[in-house]
């Protein structure tokens, strides 16, 4: 099913899992599933999962898991203001300065961005399919002009740019 509401569409809703499990009450009846993507950088990603476990018990960030790690971030987003976490990313971006005034914490701040970064990967380019009507589907490389012909088994000529992508510029993902 899909309606128009001034402009938008609507189409039929998930089932209702709110992320944050705290959010809403058990048992309420759902009237909309509001989605709102945010743009952070690493530094107030940081800053949202720092702020979040303060206050619900501050454990290892290395043990943090993915899961943890996303659910503190959700969490301070939806509880904290825009200004406290630019504030907040600020003060990360600070700490997590080597040759700050304040190394104190440096351990832990360094143990929260690794957390971030393994909840929140970079996406590295890697290769693509493309089709080049005078010539046929190719197998392109983002970061260099190697390419290859896909011929009848793309999927062979995919694990080939996965492979010379590995060789020539590194790991598709970030370690972690």
Request: with cysteine.
């Amino acid at each position: 099913m899909t309606t128009i509401i001034d402009g938008w569409t609507e189409t039929e809703l998930p089932a209702p899992v709110p992320s944050s499990r705290t959010s809403f009450e058990t048992g309420m009846e759902y009237r909309a599933i509001a989605t709102v993507r945010v743009a952070l950088s690493r530094d107030h990603l940081a800053a949202a999962a720092d702020l979040s476990a303060q206050g619900n018990g501050y454990i290892n960030p290395d043990m943090w898991s993915v899961d943890y790690t996303r659910f503190l971030v959700e969490f301070t987003l939806t509880h904290e203001t825009l200004r406290s976490l630019d504030e907040g990313a600020e003060t990360m971006a600070e700490l997590l300065d080597e040759k700050g005034p304040d190394v104190s914490n440096l351990p832990t701040i360094q143990a929260v961005y690794r957390a971030i970064d393994r909840a929140y990967p970079l996406q590295a380019p890697a290769v693509s399919v493309v089709d080049r009507e005078d010539r046929g589907t190719f197998v392109v490389c983002s970061r260099c002009d190697w390419e290859q012909a896909v011929g009848v088994d793309a999927e062979r000529a995919v694990s080939g740019g996965v492979d010379h992508f590995e060789r020539e510029h590194g790991t598709l993902t970030p370690a972690a």
